[in-house]
């Protein structure tokens, strides 16, 4: 009889391995570290929200509320949602908790898993992770070329050349006369393009725009462009943040035809995407955000302007796999210590708690029983030092320091471990 197939993951979400822990822990501690530097605070959202926050905030005319959101009636009936992004959460929390009392601008990052129901391909996963990074209650240029500089740095950090794509899409009025000018230019053109392009002429003509199917890609090149049409303020404003970016030298080129997924934007729009992206693998832009000054109040709070942007961690891994980029190994642990015996495994157990506990960055594993095998462990690890207990140091009461790289070796009292460690450590 054929073996019954076991449990497995659901399509288009997966395991992250242990083994793969390294890039991931290398990836978040970058974001972090860069995010704290620029001033940003960590939040955390939960996983579901009322299906109705995403609905009016990411627009519901947008593929990803129409096609893409996890939904589903809770036990009490009540319509709840994954989150298939962090901007609308994070603006409902700042509502919710009168974030506005904060001084301003409030930057606030999250990382963490979104979901959204995408056909699986190469860098679409149904469960993904996020970078996130918002900038509450500032309308000035600055704050839009501190994210993009932001988001940039990230993938520097990483090891990885990147590039910006920048557009403007102005404010809803100057857009108006845009959308007029592009539906007529549809207009003899609707028999041609894609059935989603069909619908997106009724009801969202800039995602036109953003179509990838051949047939359509040709007419998005005649197109008018959104940026002959912006108002004199939005143009200052992109302008003005241009010149951070030429100023910080950040590599980017100005694209009418980014107008992003999600309908909260106003004026800036933009994508980071692979500079030398040869692999042939292109799993589509490695980041993307922009300005959304009409958001918060859209979702019950005051008028507040804003900006932010995500990076997609999956992808970002792939490529860094991808490209071999060497992670830094951080000799984190500075002791391994070994024990042989029972006798000296009960003893150990009590000297590592306490070495731990003293700040140590230490390591050992119980399990183990041969001293060939812990050294092992210690040399991979890359330790300063390996402390052994067997059965004779239990009996005099001491422990032998070995050091790795000299590969010096001496037995101390167990009272003098800690002076003798301060001091070969320091
Ligand atoms: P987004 O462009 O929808 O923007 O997503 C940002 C990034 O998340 C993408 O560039 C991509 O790297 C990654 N991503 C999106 N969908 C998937 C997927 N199915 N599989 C793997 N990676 C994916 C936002 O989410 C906005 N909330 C960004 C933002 C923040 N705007 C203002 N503040």
């Not at 149904?126 to 500032?138: C, D, K, P």
């Not at 980017?252 to 309908?263: A, F, H, K, W």
């Not at 992670?327 to 391994?336: G, K, M």
Request: hydrophobic residues 40%; glycine residues 8%; charged residues 30%.
């Amino acid at each position: 009889m054929p073996k019954k197939r076991g449990f497995q993951t659901i399509r288009g979400m997966r395991d992250i391995l242990s083994h793969d822990q390294v890039i991931w822990q290398w990836v978040m501690e970058v974001c972090r570290k860069a995010a704290f530097a620029y001033g940003f605070s960590e939040i955390e959202t939960p996983v579901l929200e009322q299906a109705e926050l995403f609905r009016r905030g990411i627009g519901q005319e947008t593929d990803i509320v129409k096609k893409e959101v996890f939904s589903f009636k809770d036990q009490g009936g009540e319509f709840l949602s994954l989150r298939p992004e962090f901007t609308a959460s994070i603006a409902r929390s700042y509502i919710e908790h009168g974030l506005v009392n904060q001084p301003k601008p409030l930057k606030l990052f999250q990382i963490g898993s979104c979901f959204r129901h995408e056909r699986p391909q190469s860098g679409r996963l149904r469960q993904f992770h996020q970078f996130n990074a918002e900038i509450i209650g500032s309308d000035a240029a600055e704050a839009d070329a501190e994210a993009i500089t932001l988001s940039y740095v990230i993938l520097r950090d990483l090891g990885l050349n990147a590039a910006v794509q920048v557009n403007s899409i102005g404010t809803r009025d100057s857009r108006k006369l845009y959308i007029k000018k592009l539906k007529s230019f549809y207009q003899t053109k609707t028999r041609y393009i894609c059935q989603d392009c069909k619908q997106r002429f009724k009801t969202n003509p800039l995602r036109m725009l953003d179509c990838k199917k051949r047939k359509c890609t040709e007419y998005i090149m005649d197109a008018p462009q959104i940026i002959d049409y912006l108002d004199e303020a939005s143009k200052n404003h992109l302008m003005k943040i241009l010149e951070y970016l030429d100023a910080f030298d950040l590599p980017y080129v100005l694209n009418p035809q980014i107008v992003r997924g999600l309908d909260y934007y106003n004026r800036t729009a933009f994508e980071i995407w692979l500079k030398d992206d040869d692999s042939g693998s292109r799993c589509g832009a490695l980041g993307g955000g922009g300005r959304y000054d009409g958001l918060i109040e859209m979702l019950g709070g005051h008028e507040t302007p804003a900006c932010g942007f995500a990076l997609g961690l999956d992808r970002i891994v792939g490529k860094i796999r991808e490209k071999n980029i060497k992670v830094p190994v951080h000799a984190r642990v500075d002791i391994f210590l070994a024990q042989i015996g029972d006798e000296a495994g009960k003893k150990a157990l009590v000297i590592f708690d306490k070495l731990r506990c003293l700040g140590y960055n230490i390591m050992f594993n119980l399990s183990k029983r041969s001293l060939k095998q812990q050294l092992e462990t210690a040399n991979r690890l890359q330790v300063g030092l390996t402390l052994i207990l067997g059965e004779k140091e239990v009996l005099s009461n001491e422990i032998l320091i070995k050091e790795m790289d000299a590969g010096a070796q001496e037995s101390v009292p167990l009272d003098r471990l800690e002076k003798e460690l301060q001091k070969r450590l320091k």
